[in-house]
């Protein structure tokens, strides 16, 4: 998309929030936008920094660390969020490059990040991430263990544990599943909720969500993705 094309649709999208925001009775600062740049060129994200966005969501370490340092120079108060599934020997690389990772599921990465925070001399914030349809081909702690595998990273990392993400499954109401996300974050005293995305993210506001995640209505289309287990 042309740099115009992608100001106009930032504006659009940051309308959108503010209107859901105040339909819920709260303050549209109290939610920020992550712009989801997956598989858009690096001049699409400098189109969006133009406009005034700040907050960046990649999925794949590689994209991200080929994308994002260069920029970084140029615009040192960009975040960057890793927001797809990240296998452990990428723990290194991710704590070098995220500000968020918003995708912590599974022990093993715990343990990854724990160490690599340790070389690295730098450990990102965290959100955990929750499988609140259970389904099995979905990253994400399965719901059931989510209680205890939450509590031993707030004992394993402090306050680093900022919250919880989710991605509903695709042919469901995303409601009950972002309730769900509200009600557990809730429970451990968690303040960041990173749910809603290009389809939903107006609904996820209206139950909580802190974060949404925007790809496609701000950059346009792209190939064919999955957020499922395709690693
Ligand atoms: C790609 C992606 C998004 C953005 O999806 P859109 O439908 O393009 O807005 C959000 N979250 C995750 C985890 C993604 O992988």
């Known amino acids: 998309m042309t740099e115009n ?20 009775h709260r303050a549209e600062t109290d939610i920020s936008l992550v712009a989801v740049s997956k598989f858009h060129p690096r001049d699409s994200v400098e189109a969006a920094l133009q406009a005034g966005q700040r907050l960046f969501g ?17 615009w040192p108060d960009l975040k960057l969020h890793l927001i797809g599934g990240l296998q452990t020997n990428k723990a290194v690389e991710a704590c070098r490059l995220a500000d968020v990772i918003e995708s912590l599921d ?42 205890i595998f939450i509590e ?14 989710a991605i509903p499954p695709q ?7 972002f309730r769900t996300l509200t009600a557990l974050s809730r429970r451990h005293g968690l303040t960041v909720l990173s749910m809603g995305m290009s389809a939903d993210f107006e609904e996820a ?16 289309t792209r190939p064919p993705f999955s957020t499922d287990k395709t690693l």
Do not use: Y
């Not at 999208?13 to 209107?19: C, F, K, V």
């Open 5 to 24: 094309t992608i100001s106009h649709a930032l504006k659009d999208i940051r309308q959108r929030i503010t209107r859901a925001a105040h339909k819920a």
């Open 58 to 74: 990649e999925n794949r370490v590689q994209e991200a660390a080929s994308k994002f340092p260069p920029l970084r120079e140029l």
């Open 106 to 147: 599974r022990p093993s990465l715990s343990e990854a990040l724990d160490k690599a925070s340790q070389k690295v001399g730098h450990l990102p914030e965290l959100l955990i991430q929750v499988n609140t349809g259970n389904e099995p081909q979905k990253f994400g702690i399965p719901l059931q263990e989510a209680d």
């Open 152 to 165: 031993n990273n707030l004992k394993r990392f402090g306050s680093h544990v900022k919250g919880l993400m």
């Open 171 to 177: 042919h469901e109401d995303p409601q009950s599943h």
């Open 205 to 220: 506001i209206a139950e909580g969500a802190t974060l949404v995640r925007v790809g496609s209505a701000i950059f346009g």
